[in-house]
């Protein structure tokens, strides 16, 4: 066992007026299985690439192992992969790949295809099990379950919780809870590790913002009390200066050298006063705890006059002549919240985009819903973003103050509302689409993996409010804790070579 030591780590962006972080220290174990969370912007990946140093910093980072990063480039995408493999780690016997994918619920003779050929999923397994096969490295890895379905996520969580020497972000509070023994938060104020997993973090978490706003209010109430004592400290300051030009009484003069005398002596006290209570005003300024808000969403669903809503009858997607799937069948209703389940490439977008009647595809069964109904969308894909956020709320035909609102509940700040789109990180694009769908009135919600890069906060917040507002909502989501809490139905699709 080492460790790794930062101290006093400091780091900016070129050209931003805020540093992302500052004057930050912690000290971990190389043994330990850390899930790093925090806000999406809010530097989880820059953090990691700070550990991996890739960028100058103020401050030291000491380590004496090996930092690897997951995911890594693999050029020649071409080359069989047990070369690519052989590769990175030249000293491991093959039995000893085998093993590791085996663990990993994947046969061998994907080391015997090209890279390029595997799916998605084959590919993160590849990469996690070449780097645990590394000696002497500490695993720095980065959303490894990303667009896999949900039995790929449940072999990598099988996989990850019996390995150890990582930090691993993810927004996955199930695969966090099952995985990790440490969680590292960056905060609004600072970087926190804690012992356990996910959910004890939370607790804690929770309790801490709980005091610490009972102790905002009464510091804020202070401050308000000793800001009227400072001002009414001003005003009998200026009133004695006043009296310094003197007053004749009954005709008589005053004595104006005594009198300034008083004055000056009044006024001497009255600054130190003042200058008291400043000093007691940012005394209690500088306790109030930079506590992470969880504003609550609100969103405005339609109820629609026609029960059920849409109908789908022996639905099933033609592509090459060839049904996709197994056909479906089931109703959307009022305040239905139905999960389209299955593995990746089963159909389950096609049956979205066939809801929504956003591509042309050829299908079998039927379809049937009402002409005017307002439909609101989620895709996957946010490659299409661009341009300001004022543009594209006029765009869509959307409150430009309640959509800027919505997103800086889920935690943009002002810089990244000026942000052009294209300029934010996935995570903030996919809230560009919530904060967009949440904002409009529909009679159904459409949503494609909505929560791909979302923070886990921002998951709350969207989970909390559909519960309160019950939308009709028909969404495909591979976060099982969202699909636990949130679906009234589920509908599985099977891909036709499945059966």
Known sequence: MSQISVQNLSFGYEGSLKNVFENVSFVLDTDWKLGLIGRNGKGKTTFLKLLKGEYEYEGTITKNVDIDYFPFEIKQKQEMTLDIVLSIVPDVEEW???????????????????????????????????????????????????????????????????????????????????????????????????????????????????????????????????????????NWSDAVEKTKVGV?????????????????????????????????????????????????????????????????????????????????????????????????????????????????????????????LKISYVSQNTDFLKGTLKNYAKEENIDESIFKAMLAKMGFDIVDLNKNIEDMSEGQKKKVLLAKSISESADVYLWDEPLNYIDIITREQIEEAILKYMPTLVFVEHDDTFVKKIATKKVEVIRKDEK
């Open 248 to 372: 004749r009484i009954a005709g008589l003069r005053p004595d104006t050298g005594y009198i300034g005398h008083q004055a000056a002596k009044m006024m001497k006290r009255s600054k130190v006063i003042e200058s008291r209570i400043e000093k007691e005003i940012d005394e209690k300024k500088s306790l109030l705890k930079n506590v992470d808000r969880q504003d609550s969403l609100t969103m405005k669903p339609l109820v629609n006059k026609r029960n059920p809503i849409i109908i789908l009858d022996n639905v099933s997607v033609i592509y090459n002549k060839k049904q996709v799937f197994e056909p479906v069948s089931f109703e959307i209703r009022n305040n239905d919240r139905i999960a389209l389940i299955g593995k990746n490439g089963a159909g389950k977008s096609s049956i979205v985009k066939l809801i929504l009647n956003d591509e042309k595809m050829d299908y079998n069964g039927n379809i049937r819903k009402p002409e005017q």
């Open 96 to 234: 000893e790949i085998i093993k590791e994918l085996n663990l990993l619920n994947t046969t061998a003779d994907i080391l015997y295809r090209p890279f390029s050929s595997l799916s998605g999923g084959e590919q993160v397994k590849i990469e996690l099990a070449t780097l645990f096969l590394k000696k002497n490295n500490f695993l720095l890895i980065d959303e490894p379950t990303n667009h896999l379905d949900i039995q790929a996520r449940e072999s990598i969580v099988n996989y990850m919780k019996n390995k150890k020497g990582f930090i691993v972000v993810s927004h996955e509070r199930s695969f966090l809870d099952k995985v990790c023994d440490h969680i590292i938060s960056i905060n609004n104020s600072n970087i926190d590790i804690q012992k356990g997993n996910y959910s004890s973090w939370k607790e804690n978490m929770d309790r801490q913002n709980s005091y610490e706003r009972v102790q905002n209010e009464k510091i804020t109430k202070d401050i308000t009390r000793l800001e009227v004592a400072q001002k009414n400290t001003a």
